[in-house]
Nanobody, 129 residues
Framework: QVQLVESGGGSVQAGGSLKLSCAVS????????MGWFRQAPGKEREAVAG????????YYPGSVKGRFTISQDNAKNTLYLQMNSLKPEDTAMYYC??????????????????????WGQGTQVTVSS
């Protein structure tokens, strides 16, 4: 059974940095594509980063491009999200997500929540001005 457990959230002032981690377990066959999503109160869940099974393809929406970096350490079964130059509008619950093992091609990264099957419980990020 696939399990995703996020950590690293917290409160930070605008301009600060945080690094989120997601411990991944339960994948036994093909590697999935992985992503980070966020959801603020009253807003839809949105993607903030994605990475292909090969780690060679990444995706960032314009709102975080240049500030957020996704990476994964397959030896440690951990997904990361480095967030720099944080803004108050980055305040949200952040979720780690994984696709089905057979869904993503080696260099493909999903951009939509509907492409991901497994979700963590979330970690709160609060950025104050």
């Amino acid at each position: 059974q696939v399990q995703l457990v996020e950590s690293g959230g917290g409160s930070v002032q605008a301009g600060g940095s945080l690094k989120l981690s997601c411990a991944v377990s339960g994948y036994t066959a093909s590697r999935p594509c992985m992503g980070w999503f966020r959801q603020a109160p009253g807003k839809e869940r949105e993607a903030v980063a994605g990475i292909s099974p090969s780690s060679m393809t990444t995706y960032y929406p314009g709102s975080v491009k240049g500030r957020f970096t996704i990476s994964q350490d397959n030896a440690k079964n951990t997904l990361y999200l480095q967030m720099n130059s944080l803004k108050p509008e980055d305040t949200a619950m952040y979720y780690c997500a994984g696709s089905r093992p057979d869904y993503c091609g080696y260099h493909y990264v999903g951009r939509k929540a509907s492409e991901y099957t497994y979700w963590g419980q979330g970690t709160q990020v609060t950025v104050s001005s």
